[in-house]
DNA sequence: TATTGTTATACTCTATAACTATA
DNA sequence: TATAGTTATAGAGTATAACAATA
């Protein structure tokens, strides 16, 4: 299958102190930012893959379909799929036909567009759902038992600072 | 090419709070916790990866490799290119191989052991790499300019207890 | 014409396992 | 025998572009 991780620390050589190009502490301090906080996500990432892999014989991509479709309750179109994973169509092709065909879920024709469809999780499909959603939650919740409720509250907001700050950004 | 993004959202999903199943406050506030910073990390990401290619028409994987042989100073043999970007050996043999041919990494032989190579960048490479994590570094700053610098502080302190500790864990 | 979804093709990255050459 | 690296094979995920059916 297809586990991820990355290294993650090598960029850290790029800061090299020179007299005309001068690395700023500000740079320094974003670039470290940086890097511990792919390291993080990395690690935690690799071990939800290789769990989700080995308990449930799944992927991560297929989890987040499934997951869209248990939240949006009645179903979603391909097109819809495609916007919330962020991906484009034809791989919302191929990762439904993969659950499809284990029966997790199924494509309905859409009665006022005959070009459309409605993917619903099957009942197998949302039972294996609400099982892999409880374990993903234990796992997450062991990963981050390290830190206190307090330093989880600053981490949420501060990273929500981040995230809208990103997002308020031009996209290239 | 090799473009990635996650939906990140969805698994919200799986909180629901049930009579049997009771789902703590932990458990929300470690959930949200968690897709708050795949949620960041992805974007950057992405928003990395989309230029790299752009601007230098290359990927992470390449550029990680290249770090670590700018890191190394003297060349690194491929066993242990695998070991620092995590990855088996096929793919440091493929993704050398790349390099090599665009003329930015070298495979000298090893004088105490003919099995081995040592693979250095060129000078090119060396050119092309710095270029690189110059840009990289400015793209990073920009990214994390809507932080002030006590926040970013509060981050890397924080984040370094969450990887500590998530190292200390069991792999699986 | 525009939109929905599929199909075809290609590429990167990943893994495992068999294999070669050297220790 | 064990180790360093390559090759062969396989599979997931991604993208783009051409295509079919329907609006």
Redesign the pocket.
Known sequence: ??????SAQSVVSAIQPDAETRVTNDHHQSLRLWLRLLACTNRIETRIRQRLLANFD?????FDLMAQLERAGDGL??????QR??????????????LEKDGLVV?ET?A????????KLTAAGLRQFRRMAAAHEQWIVMLFKGLTTKQKEQLVRLLGELKSYIGSQPDS
């Open positions: 299958m297809t586990p991820k991780a990355r799944t992927t991560l991509p297929r179109k391909m097109g819809e799929l495609s994973l962020m991906v484009t169509g034809g791989n919302v092709t191929g990762i439904t036909d993969m494509r859409d006022t567009d005959r070009r459309a469809f409605r993917v």
